[in-house]
């Protein structure tokens, strides 16, 4: 990237925004090069006419938001751009974008087991308190807006989300997760790791039958233990995926 700014180009980063959030360090990328990141993320895997900015990829530094793969059904990407490209303007500052970008995404996903997740629905964030009296709080840095938290129980209107942490109900939604109850559930489940395939049966040393893309999204029905059934069979056989590498969108 430092070769292609000393030339005179904006370089870029593109990638999923599972990976730019779990395998690169994006901070750093940003602080040396400003606002460059290149992010895929998709409301649905299939056509769609515009973005829905509900399901932006709120991280700092985007650049560019790809929102579809399949832009009015012409099979060609879907891209908004969010600060001025052109080396020679000066100004990298991103444009005013609607406040909506910073709502959080009303479908988290989740590993198969987890029941239950709060989401940090405050634009401005939230605090973590140590009781669920909510007098004294854990620290002063705010948990970002959209923020995802495994649920451990309620207490006098506070959500738990781990020992002696708690958020305020008003600053966070929750929404649960009925196939971690029940395994013959309907649901979508979205890839969350490369290299993973279907596989022919339910176990860990299953062949493997097709391959699955990042960030694609399956319709399954019900699971066995961990493996996700997957709704389409394949050959006329049933087909699975492993939960620790598709989680369950909400």
């Given at each position: 990237?430092?070769?292609?700014k000393?030339?005179?180009?904006?370089?870029?980063?593109?990638?999923?925004?599972?990976?730019?959030?779990?395998?690169?360090?994006?901070?750093?990328?940003?602080?040396?090069?400003?606002?460059c990141?290149?992010?895929?993320?998709?409301?649905?895997?299939?056509?769609?006419?515009?973005?829905?900015?509900?399901?932006?990829?709120?991280?700092?530094g985007?650049?560019?938001?790809?929102f579809?793969?399949?832009?009015?059904?012409?099979?060609?990407?879907?891209n908004?751009?969010?600060?001025?490209?052109?080396?020679?303007?000066?100004?990298?500052?991103?444009?005013?974008?609607?406040k909506?970008v910073?709502?959080?995404?009303q479908?988290?996903?989740?590993?198969?087991?987890?029941?239950?997740?709060?989401?940090?629905?405050?634009?401005?964030?939230?605090y973590?308190y140590?009781?669920?009296?909510?007098?004294?709080?854990?620290?002063?840095?705010?948990?970002?807006?959209?923020s995802?938290?495994?649920?451990l129980?309620?207490?006098?209107?506070a959500?738990k989300v781990?020992?002696?942490?708690?958020?305020?109900?008003?600053?966070?939604?929750?929404?649960?997760?009925?196939?971690?109850?029940?395994?013959?559930?309907?649901?979508?489940?979205?890839?969350?790791?490369p290299?993973?395939?279907?596989?022919?049966?339910?176990k860990?040393d299953a062949?493997?039958?097709?391959?699955?893309e990042l960030?694609?999204k399956?319709?399954?029905?019900?699971?066995?233990?961990?493996?996700?059934?997957i709704?389409?069979?394949?050959?006329?056989?049933?087909?699975?995926?492993?939960?620790?590498?598709?989680?369950?969108?909400?």
């Open positions: 990237m430092q070769v292609i000393e030339a005179g180009y904006k370089p870029l980063v593109y990638s999923g925004a599972f990976n730019l959030r779990n395998h690169l360090s994006t901070s750093r990328i940003v602080k040396s090069f400003g606002t990141l290149w992010v895929a993320s998709y409301k649905v895997m299939g056509r769609q006419d515009s973005a829905d900015f509900n399901y932006f990829p709120s991280m700092d985007v650049a560019i938001w790809q579809t793969d399949n832009y009015r059904g012409l099979g060609v990407d879907g908004i751009t969010l600060v001025d490209l052109k080396i020679s303007s000066g100004n990298q500052s991103p444009k005013k974008v609607n909506t910073e709502s959080p995404s479908h988290p996903v989740v590993k198969w087991n987890i029941g239950a997740v709060a989401v940090v629905s405050n634009s401005k964030g939230a973590v140590t009781s669920s009296k909510l007098d004294k709080r854990e620290s002063d840095k705010l948990k970002p807006c959209g995802v938290w495994q649920v129980g309620f207490e006098n209107g959500v781990g020992k002696n942490q708690y958020f305020d109900g008003r600053a966070v939604y929750v929404k649960t997760n009925p196939i971690a109850y029940n395994d013959a559930k309907h649901g979508v489940a979205k890839i969350v790791m290299h993973t395939h279907a596989l022919d049966a339910p860990a062949g493997k039958v097709y391959g699955l960030n694609s399956v319709e399954i029905q019900g699971r066995v233990g961990r493996f996700l059934r709704k389409e069979k394949h050959n006329g056989k049933t087909v699975y995926v492993t939960g620790n590498r598709a989680y369950i969108v909400l």
